[in-house]
């Protein structure tokens, strides 16, 4: 069975400060790793997903299959960085394409 | 203008009523997905399409029915033995591609039920 695990529902920080949205995943295979963002009414929609290994909005995430964690940094938080921020795991390719697993999700604010 | 369109945007109902949830996608994405919002507990995925005329459950699709009969269209019945109806419904799409697009998901706006 796969799993994600996102252990903070909220997450505070001030403008200008770094910010670490953490997910730990437990999947027996290889994974497909993804960060999806809401904003404020607006459409859940990708940040990034780990085998583009590219920067958005300043933010990144590196899979770490020693520890089982795809933890979403950016060095320093911007006010429209807050919103809702879900962690997602797939199976690679085959039958599992497009069944996400999803964490729990994770509300960060940033404070000005 | 391209994407997902999900209707109604609030849907009320009694208990013991079937209700259907439209998704509209003008996309051309051949899989497509129904998920269910709770707080606290993520996205739980209900059911699934990867082409027209199939369908397969997903993680919690007791008391739901969906039908694929044409490749824009994917629309969700709430039955009257689903036990928690009240949620936010999201509905989503993806390309085929097994390589690269097909778990990149599109979604909609969604779709809020109360149950009364």
């Known amino acids: 069975a796969q799993r994600v695990t996102q252990p903070e529902k909220l997450l505070s920080v001030f403008k200008g400060a770094p910010v670490e949205l953490k997910c730990n995943y437990s999947?027996?295979?290889?994974?497909?790793l993804f960060w999806y963002v809401q904003y404020s009414r607006q459409r859940l929609q990708l940040l990034l997903r780990?085998?583009s290994r590219e920067s958005i909005k300043g933010f990144t995430a590196d899979l770490n299959k020693g520890e089982t964690s795809f933890h979403l940094k950016k060095p320093f938080a911007q006010e429209e960085d807050s919103a809702m921020y879900y962690c997602?795991?797939?199976?690679?390719?085959?039958?599992?394409?497009?069944?996400?697993?999803f964490g729990q999700g994770t509300i960060l604010t940033v404070h000005p | 203008d391209g994407g997902i369109t999900q209707s109604p945007k609030y849907l009320f109902r009694k208990e013991g009523q079937n209700v259907t949830l439209s998704c509209e996608q003008n996309?051309?994405?051949?899989?497509m997905y129904w998920y269910r919002q709770d707080p606290g507990q993520g996205l739980r995925l209900i059911y699934y399409?990867?082409?027209?005329?199939?369908?397969q459950k997903g993680d919690i699709a007791e008391g739901y029915s969906v039908s694929r009969e044409k490749k824009e269209s994917f629309p969700l019945t709430v039955t009257s033995a689903q036990k928690n109806p009240t949620a936010f419904y999201l509905c989503?799409?993806?390309?085929?591609?097994?390589?690269?697009?097909?778990?990149?998901?599109?979604f909609g706006a969604g779709s809020r039920l109360t149950v009364l």
């Open positions: 996309l051309n994405h051949d899989a």
């Open positions: 997602a795991l797939s199976g690679a390719g085959g039958t599992s394409y497009g069944k996400l697993t």
């Open positions: 989503a799409s993806s390309m085929r591609e097994f390589v690269s697009g097909a778990n990149v998901l599109t």
């Open positions: 399409s990867q082409i027209v005329n199939d369908f």
């Open positions: 780990h085998i």
């Open positions: 999947y027996s295979g290889s994974p497909e």
